[in-house]
C-alpha cells in the first residue's frame, strides 16, 4: 500500500483560500496552521488560487492541542481537558452499545460531534480525532454501532442477551442502526440539558457504511414533529462523510438524497483518499449531485467563508474512511476548520436551549 501524502490541488477553488483566514484570526485559540489541499471544484467558477503548502503535523502523535486557560483561582495551573469515560447506552430496540464520551470545556458554546465508523471498524478508530477535538473544547462521543466493537449483545423483552453477528446482518439490520445514532442523541441531550453543550449544533462524522446511516438518521432528525413546548429534532447541523458509500448491502442513501434539508442545507464536508479510484468517483459524484442543491455562495471573499457550506477533499493518500484522519495528513486540521466556521461562528443562530419533554421521555 503507497505511504499517505499530502493532498495537492486538484482544479477548482482550494479550502485554503476559503478557511485560512479564519485560521489566522483564531491562532491564538486554536492551533490549525494550513489545511490540507483539497477541492470545492464544482462551487465556483473562477480560477483556483494556489494554496500555502501546510506544516507537516508531528509524526505519530495525537494531533495538536490548542493552549489551555488557567483554572480560575489557580494561578499558574492550567486546566486539563477531562478523561474520556466509557459509557453504555441501550437502544430502543435493546441493543446495548458501548461509548466512549469526551467532555468539552466550552459549556454551552461547545459543539458536539457524533463519530460513527467504518464496517468492521470500532470506536477507537477516532481517538487521536476525539481528543483533538476534545482540546478545542468541543464535546465528543465515539460508538461502537451494534455488532462492532464492544456492542455485541442485545436484550430480550425476557431479560436474557443474545448476541450479534454483523455477517449475518441484511439491510433491515443496518437500518436499525439510525436506533444507535438516536440512542446517543439521547445521551447528547441530557448533556446539553446539564449545560455541557449546545446539542443544536450537532454535527455527525462518519466513515464509508456509516455514511448513509448517518444521512439516514438525519431525515429522522429534521422530520420530527414540531411541538410548541419542546424541540425534539433538527439538531444536526454539518455532517463530515470520509470515503462514502451510496449503497451497502441493500442500504441506500435514497431516501436522505430526496430530503430537501439534507442534499440542501446541511453544511456537508466529503473525503476521499484519491489513490482509490472507486472511493474518488463515489465522492465527486456524492459531492456533484449536492452541489446542485446547495446555494452557489458569492464571490466576495468575507461573504463566501460564511456561506460557503458544501466542500470536497481529495488528499493524495490511499488511505480511506477514518483512516483519512490519522496522522501523516491534514484532514484532521480540515475538519477542525469546518467545525469552526460552519458551526462555532454561527452558534448565534443555533442558540442554546433546554431540552424537557414534557411526557417524561
Given at each position: 500500500m503507497p505511504s499517505p501524502r499530502r493532498g495537492t490541488p486538484n482544479d477548482g477553488i482550494s479550502l485554503d483560500r476559503d478557511l485560512q483566514p479564519l485560521i489566522s484570526r483564531r491562532a491564538a485559540v486554536v492551533s490549525l496552521a494550513a489545511i490540507c489541499a483539497a477541492t470545492a471544484e464544482s462551487l465556483a467558477q473562477a480560477p483556483a488560487v494556489p494554496p500555502t503548502r501546510p506544516q507537516p503535523m508531528p509524526p505519530k502523535a495525537a494531533p495538536p492541542v490548542v493552549p489551555k486557560q488557567p483554572v480560575p483561582g489557580k494561578k499558574g495551573e492550567e486546566e486539563k481537558p477531562a478523561e474520556p469515560e466509557d459509557i453504555s447506552l441501550e437502544t430502543k430496540d435493546g441493543v446495548i452499545l458501548r461509548c466512549t464520551y469526551y467532555?468539552?470545556?466550552?459549556?454551552?458554546?461547545?459543539?458536539?460531534?457524533?463519530?460513527?465508523?467504518?464496517?468492521?471498524?470500532?470506536?477507537?478508530?477516532?481517538?487521536n480525532m476525539a481528543l483533538y477535538v476534545q482540546s478545542l473544547g468541543h464535546a465528543v462521543v465515539t460508538v461502537d454501532l451494534r455488532g462492532h466493537?464492544?456492542?455485541?449483545?442485545?436484550?430480550?423483552?425476557?431479560?436474557?442477551?443474545?448476541?450479534?453477528?454483523?455477517?449475518?446482518?441484511?439491510?433491515?439490520?443496518?437500518?436499525?442502526?439510525v436506533l444507535d445514532v438516536e440512542a446517543v442523541k439521547k445521551f447528547l441531550v441530557k448533556k446539553n440539558n446539564d449545560g455541557d453543550l449546545n446539542v443544536e449544533a450537532l454535527t455527525i462524522i462518519a466513515a464509508d457504511f456509516s455514511c448513509i446511516v448517518a444521512m439516514r438518521w438525519s431525515?429522522?432528525?429534521?422530520?420530527?414533529?414540531?411541538?410548541?413546548?419542546?424541540?425534539?429534532?433538527?439538531?444536526v447541523k454539518a455532517l463530515v462523510l470520509?470515503?462514502?458509500?451510496?449503497?451497502?448491502?441493500?442500504?441506500?442513501?435514497?431516501?436522505?438524497?430526496?430530503?430537501?434539508?439534507?442534499?440542501?442545507?446541511?453544511?456537508?464536508?466529503?473525503?476521499?483518499?484519491?489513490?482509490?479510484?472507486?472511493?474518488?468517483?463515489?465522492?465527486?459524484?456524492l459531492h456533484g449531485i449536492l452541489q446542485t442543491h446547495h446555494i452557489k455562495p458569492p464571490t466576495d471573499p468575507d461573504e463566501r467563508r460564511k456561506?460557503?457550506?458544501?466542500?470536497?477533499?481529495?488528499?493524495?493518500?490511499?488511505?480511506?474512511?477514518?483512516?483519512?484522519l490519522g496522522p501523516g495528513l491534514d484532514t484532521p486540521r480540515?475538519?477542525?476548520?469546518f467545525i469552526e466556521l460552519r458551526l462555532v461562528a454561527k452558534?448565534?443562530?443555533?442558540?442554546?436551549?433546554?431540552?424537557?419533554?414534557p411526557l417524561g421521555q
Open positions: 467532555a468539552g470545556k466550552l459549556g454551552k458554546k461547545a459543539v458536539p460531534v457524533m463519530m460513527l465508523h467504518g464496517w468492521e471498524g470500532q470506536r477507537s478508530d477516532y481517538r466493537g464492544q456492542s455485541m449483545q442485545a436484550r430480550l423483552p425476557t431479560g436474557d442477551t443474545r448476541e450479534l453477528n454483523r455477517e449475518m446482518f441484511r439491510a433491515r439490520d443496518l437500518e436499525a442502526m431525515v429522522v432528525d429534521w422530520n420530527a414533529p414540531l411541538l410548541p413546548s419542546f424541540k425534539q429534532g433538527q439538531d470520509l470515503s462514502p458509500l451510496q449503497t451497502f448491502k441493500g442500504l441506500t442513501n435514497r431516501d436522505a438524497m430526496a430530503h430537501p434539508v439534507i442534499r440542501g442545507k446541511l453544511s456537508t464536508m466529503i473525503a476521499a483518499g484519491n489513490q482509490n479510484t472507486k472511493s474518488l468517483a463515489d465522492a465527486k459524484r456561506k460557503l457550506d458544501l466542500f470536497l477533499m481529495t488528499p493524495d493518500t490511499s488511505l480511506q474512511g477514518a483512516e483519512l480540515a475538519v477542525a476548520n452558534l448565534d443562530e443555533y442558540s442554546w436551549s433546554e431540552r424537557i419533554n
